[in-house]
């Protein structure tokens, strides 16, 4: 179902009832951008610790935003199955209703892979959901109440315009109590046009009518000021901050009833939900943890748990959510034990049902609780020599999921997953290799990258003039490399020891 500016307001209501409702609350998040190029070495390594890696993708989550959130709740009064679930699709677009305009990066690979995957950008222009986060929304409440509010869109000035124009030459001529509809304006403008007509003439009140419309009346100054102080008034400072805080009400409602939030390699996303419903992102790594730990206290990513199933359920190997659904739904992975749960799609959500729409936030939002769903079921028939009951409850499938919530997958790091409500695991990797060159001048790290790349994918980082450290994420790779370069000419290949090839250490010694 998707859900616009236009519908966002009249739809909170219902979303907030379902939401409580929900047993889970699974998100999918679609940006601008996903790793910043303009920064020197923004991407990301194996050689990263989870806080170097923090640091990265808090500079790029800074200069992108948001397109288009998901989100997939199972609509049941109890934890019980069957699991009728509504998944929505919401469009984003910064506020523009404030002080400071918001500027944001596009990054073209990822505009060209959202549009070949049928992304409408027109709906994310005009029909976003405007957000903010707790500091920008200070900053506007100080300018409403001091009376410094001003327009920052050059497009919302021409709209502004052109209504002051026929407010005026109509006022000239008008008596008290007469009436005039301004028609056509869409989003803030409905809010925009009356502030700007309040403050530019005491004799004028406003109010909003349906369909885009704005009714504007004559009356007296005295009369005016009865009416800004009546409980009736549309243009209260609460109900502005209500609706430019616009999705941000919807992630409000989330934090406070902390329903189990969960997503597929969402590290990305939780930070984007700090930084454009919360408060900008911290510098601190740790403080970061902590945000998210006491506004989600139970995370569940499917990327984790789909990897514990691929270790105990003989589960293909797959590298997406897509596949991950896939799989689960075609492959009879528990002979024995009684069916997965039924996962239904609600009425107004059936166009999921009958087609495929992948990196499409609300349908990738339904994989993930699905695979979520799918993937616990198995890991509960396979943690228990007892019979499991025909249809677990999701208290179940949750205390089987125990050992992976608040984990969320690492991508290609020194760590497999961060660890949200405690301390992070120990980095796991194969050895790292050094290269030492001889013979081959001048050769760069991705000279190095490219010799090395056809065999498998290594990481490389300069160690010293003619020495560079390999790491890899497969000890298969590892092995290989170590057999097949022991008599090259030129690139001597073998295991890293601190204590031999640190530069800090050889120091030391000499």
């Known amino acids: 179902m998707e859900v616009g500016a236009e519908g966002f307001a009249q739809c909170l209501p219902r979303l907030r009832r379902r939401i409580l409702r929900a047993a889970f609350v699974a998100l999918d998040v679609e940006f601008t951008g996903l790793h910043s190029t303009s920064l020197q070495n923004n991407e990301p390594s194996l050689f990263d610790s989870p806080a170097e890696r923090y640091v990265k993708a808090r500079q790029s989550v800074q200069r992108f935003t948001l397109v288009q959130l998901g989100k997939c709740g199972s609509d049941t009064e109890s934890d019980l199955p069957p699991y009728v679930v509504h998944s929505y699709n919401f469009f984003l677009f910064p506020s523009t209703l404030g002080i400071k305009d918001v500027e944001f990066t596009l990054s073209a690979s990822s505009i060209q892979f959202l549009s070949h995957y049928g992304f409408d950008y027109n709906k994310f222009l005009k029909d976003g959901i405007p957000y903010m986060n707790e500091v920008q929304e200070k900053i506007l409440r100080q300018h409403l109440l001091a009376g410094t509010w001003k327009v920052c869109s050059n497009a919302d000035r021409d709209v502004l ?20 509809i301004l028609q056509d ?21 406003t109010e909003p009518l349906g369909d885009k419309k704005v009714m504007v009346k004559k009356v007296s100054p005295e009369h005016r000021q009865l009416l800004e102080n009546s409980s009736y008034d549309h243009c209260q400072k609460k109900l502005i ?74 589960f293909p190997r797959v590298s997406s959510l897509v596949e991950a659904y896939a799989v689960l739904c075609s492959s009879n992975l528990n002979p024995k034990g009684p069916p997965c749960p039924v996962i239904a799609l609600a009425s107004g959500c059936s166009r999921y049902a009958e087609k495929k729409f992948p990196h499409e936030a609300g349908y990738d939002a339904f994989l993930c609780g699905s695979v979520l769903l799918m993937s616990a079921h198995l890991l509960l028939c396979r943690s228990t020599d007892a019979a499991v009951e025909a249809e677990p409850s999701f208290s179940q499938y949750l205390a089987v999921l125990a050992e992976h919530v608040n984990k969320v997958n690492f991508i290609r790091g020194g760590v497999s997953s961060i660890n949200f409500s405690g301390e992070d695991s120990p980095c796991r990797h194969p050895p790292a290799l050094v290269v030492h060159v001889r013979g081959w001048p001048g050769l760069t790290e991705g000279q190095i990258y490219q010799e090395f790349k056809a065999r498998c994918r290594f990481d490389v980082r300069r160690l010293s003039k003619n020495q560079f450290i390999l790491l890899s994420n497969k000890y298969k790779q590892v092995r290989h490399v170590l057999r097949d370069y022991r008599h090259h000419p030129h690139l001597q290949v073998s295991v890293y020891r601190h204590w031999r090839h640190s530069p800090s250490v050889n120091c030391l010694l000499q």
């Open 241 to 314: 901050l209500l609706s430019a805080r616009g999705f941000t009400n919807l992630f409000q409602i989330l934090v406070k009833v902390k329903k189990p939030l969960v997503g597929h390699n969402m590290l990305m996303d939780l930070m984007h939900l700090h930084d454009k419903f919360y408060r900008p992102l911290p510098e601190s790594y740790e403080e970061f943890k902590r945000n998210i730990h006491n506004l989600f206290p139970v995370i569940i990513d499917t990327k984790t748990v789909t990897k514990s199933v691929q270790k105990k359920c003989l």
């Open 161 to 180: 315009k052109k209504a002051i124009d026929e407010v005026t030459t109509w006022i000239a001529a008008a008596k008290e109590e007469d009436t005039m």
């Open 185 to 205: 304006l869409s989003g803030y403008h409905v809010i925009e046009v009356q502030l700007v007509l309040r403050q530019a003439l005491e004799n004028v009140w």
